[in-house]
C-alpha cells in the first residue's frame, strides 16, 4: 500500500503549470471501448440556442465558484506556502501552517460574508482532516446554503495510491464530512486535478456525480464510464487564485479586469452556446481583506448583468443530466491511452 506522493515545492508546481499552458450520481447504462474521444449529442455547440435557454430560467451565462476549505489538512512539515526556502530537517513549518490557519480563522467566514451580500451559493470542496479540525465551520457552510464536496482526507497527492488506499482517501473525507454537515459529497476534487486512470469509477462506485478535475472546455458534459452517466463541471488553472494570482506580484487591479474579461467573453458567446465561468478560491489565500475588496467589485458588475446563473457545481451537475440533449457527451478510452480522465475499464 503506497502513501502519498511526495510534495513538490508550490512554487515548482506553479511554474510548471504555467508553462505548459502556451444529490446522487444518475446511474444510465452506457460502456465505452472506443480509444481516443468520440462525441455524442453536441448540440451545445450550434448556434441555435434552444428554446427553454442552455441554463435554469433561459439564463445566458453560468458562473460557479468553488471555495477550497484545506486549512488543517496540510502536512505540519513541508506544505506550499508564501515562504520560498523549504523548511529543513522535517521540522514543523510555524509561519506556513499559521498562514493556513488564516483560512479558516478568517478567510472563509469572511468569503461566506461576501457570498451572503451577493445572494449567492458556492460549492466548497472539503480536505477531511481540515473539517475534523473545524466542524463547526464546515456545517456553517453548509448552515448557509453552500454545497460540502470532496477534497480527499489530506491535502496531498492520491494518485499514486493503489486501488483500495485509494477508495479509502476518498471515502474517509466523504465520512468527515457526513459527520459533521449531515451532507453527502456528490462532488470531487482532487489535489491539484491529478487522480488515478481508476478515480471515476471508484467516484461513481461511491456515489458521486461529477467532478472537476478538467480543465478542457468552458461549458459541462458527459463522460460515459461503464457504472452510467458521469459529469465533468470543468475547472480552471487559469482563474484559480492559488496559479494565477499568488501573492508575489498581485496586482488587484489586473485580477479585477482578468475577471471582467473572463465574464464578458463567456457572457457575449453565451448568446449562441452554453457557457460556464469558473472562478477558485482558496480560504488562505483570497480570503483576505484586500482580495474579498476586488472580489466584491467584480461581483457588483457581475450582477449587475441580466440572465446569469450564480450557481454551485451539484446544481450544474444536476440540470446537465435532467437536460441531456443540451450537452456534449464525450466518450474517451483507458486514461493510460488518451491521456485524459475517463473510465479505467
Known amino acids: 500500500m503506497g502513501g502519498p506522493a511526495t510534495i513538490p515545492s508550490k512554487l515548482n508546481r506553479r511554474e510548471a503549470i504555467q508553462s505548459v499552458s502556451a444529490s446522487t450520481a444518475l446511474v444510465v447504462a452506457a460502456a465505452i471501448g472506443l480509444a481516443g474521444e468520440a462525441h455524442a449529442a453536441p448540440t451545445s455547440t450550434t448556434s441555435q440556442r434552444p428554446a427553454n435557454g442552455f441554463w435554469p430560467h433561459g439564463a445566458r451565462l ?10 488543517g489538512g496540510q502536512p505540519i512539515s513541508g506544505a506550499g506556502g508564501v515562504i520560498p526556502d523549504p523548511i529543513q530537517q522535517g521540522l ?16 472563509i467566514p469572511r468569503l461566506l460574508d461576501l457570498f451572503d451580500k451577493h445572494r ?17 465551520l464546515a456545517r456553517e457552510i453548509v448552515r448557509r446554503g453552500h454545497e460540502a464536496a470532496a477534497h ?27 459527520k459533521a454537515t449531515g451532507q453527502h459529497p456528490v462532488g470531487w ?10 478515480t471515476l469509477d471508484i467516484l461513481q462506485s461511491l456515489g458521486f456525480a461529477y467532478h472537476i478535475d478538467d480543465p478542457s472546455r468552458d461549458e459541462p458534459f458527459i463522460i460515459p464510464l461503464k457504472g452510467g452517466d458521469f459529469v465533468t463541471v470543468p475547472y480552471t488553472f487559469h482563474m484559480n487564485d492559488i496559479v494565477s494570482f499568488p501573492f508575489d506580484g498581485w496586482n488587484p487591479v489586473a485580477y479585477e479586469q482578468t475577471l471582467r474579461d473572463e465574464f464578458d467573453q463567456l457572457y457575449q458567446e453565451g448568446g449562441r452556446r452554453r457557457r460556464m465561468m469558473v472562478v477558485s478560491l482558496h ?14 467589485r467584480f461581483l457588483t458588475y457581475a450582477r449587475s448583468k441580466p440572465g446569469v446563473w450564480f450557481a454551485r457545481k451539484d446544481e450544474i451537475a444536476q440540470w446537465v443530466l435532467s437536460n441531456r440533449s443540451n450537452t456534449p457527451v464525450v466518450t474517451r478510452g483507458a486514461p493510460t491511452v488518451t491521456g485524459l480522465p475517463g473510465s479505467a475499464a
Open 92 to 107: 514543523p513549518d510555524l509561519p506556513t501552517n499559521a498562514f493556513f490557519q488564516y483560512g479558516t480563522d478568517e478567510g
Open 62 to 71: 453560468a458562473v460557479s465558484f468553488s471555495l477550497m476549505f484545506e486549512a
Open 283 to 296: 480560504d488562505r489565500i483570497s480570503g483576505h481583506a484586500n482580495r474579498v475588496r476586488s472580489l466584491d
Open 189 to 198: 476534487n482532487a489535489y491539484w486535478m491529478r487522480n488515478s486512470p481508476r
Open 120 to 136: 449567492m451559493k458556492v460549492s466548497s470542496f472539503m480536505i477531511g482532516q481540515a473539517v475534523e479540525k473545524r466542524p463547526d
Open 152 to 178: 480527499g482526507r489530506t491535502w496531498e497527492n492520491s494518485y499514486a495510491l493503489d486501488a483500495d488506499a485509494e477508495r479509502r482517501f476518498i471515502s474517509d473525507s466523504v465520512e468527515s464530512i457526513v
